[in-house]
Each structure stands twice: as C-alpha cells, then as structure tokens.
C-alpha cells in the first residue's frame, strides 16, 4: 500500500481548519473516552482502518478496555456500556448514515434525555469531524503502519 498524497503537506490550511474542530471538541467537555468510542464507531462503519487503528490505540491509552473497544461493531448486543453510551453511539451510526434515515425525532428524544444542548451540539460537531477525517484518510490513501 502506498500513500497518495501527503495532505498536510499539500494543504497545510486545510489541517489547520480540522484542528480547529477537534480543539472545539477538546475544549466543549465531551468526555475523552466517549469521543474515542464515536472516533472508533464511526470509522467502523466508514472502513476507515487508518482511524481504527489510531483511536483504539488512544482508547486503550486512556484506560478503556480491550472488551469494551473490540465488541462496539455490536454494542447492542454487548452488556458493557451505559445507556448515554448507547444512544450516542446510535447517534453516531445515523449522523454517519444520514442518507439512509435522518436522524429520528424518538433518537433525538433518546440522547437529549441523556446531555443539555450543548453536549448534543458536541456530540454532533465530534461525528461530523470523524467523518471528515475517514473521508481525508481514506481518499489520501492513508493505512496503518505493522507494528
């Protein structure tokens, strides 16, 4: 496998502007390890494998466990997470399919029961940067380095 394109070197603008959203997201109080858990989902679904790799890294550096990480591709099977957990990472899978259905207003319901407006706003904006970073790793041909 071979990059195609160094796209920090080719736009290094266009860097600046994605690290401006991930600095409104570190900064919004989401927790850490919730975001990596929309990070991971959402680069499952995309089949983003640069992505995966880097945030189930950065989950387990943050104390997450590997049962936890491993089972999220069937977390409504799986009996380790919270119910805030759950309906985020059902929000997460409708903001990233959005063609398919939108998001329903009983979703919305469900996650609003869970976080203020603001955190929903945060929970948005954090779904919608790891999408645009799939999209860049994806189209630039970026991949996991072999340990």
């Known amino acids: 496998m071979k990059v195609r394109l160094n796209h920090i070197n080719a736009s290094p603008g266009a860097l600046q502007a994605m690290m401006k959203l991930e600095g409104y997201i570190k ?3 989401l927790d850490a ?3 990596e858990f929309i990070k991971i989902r959402a680069s499952q679904i995309n089949g983003c494998a640069y992505c995966i790799d880097m ?3 950065d989950s387990r550096k943050m104390g997450e466990t590997e049962q936890r990480i491993y089972l999220l591709n069937a977390w409504r099977e799986a009996p380790f997470y919270s119910d805030k957990e759950r309906v ?3 929000l997460t899978e409708a903001v990233t399919r959005i063609s398919e259905q939108g998001v329903p207003q009983d979703l ?3 996650v609003r029961a869970h976080v203020d407006e603001a955190e929903y706003v945060a929970i948005i904006m954090a779904i919608n940067t790891i999408n645009a970073w799939n999209r860049i790793a994806i189209s630039t ?3 996991p380095e072999k340990e």
């Open 27 to 29: 900064t919004s109080g």
């Open 33 to 35: 390890k919730l975001y």
């Open 55 to 57: 945030h189930t890294r």
């Open 88 to 90: 985020v990472l059902e």
């Open 108 to 110: 919305y319901e469900r």
């Open 141 to 143: 041909g970026m991949f």
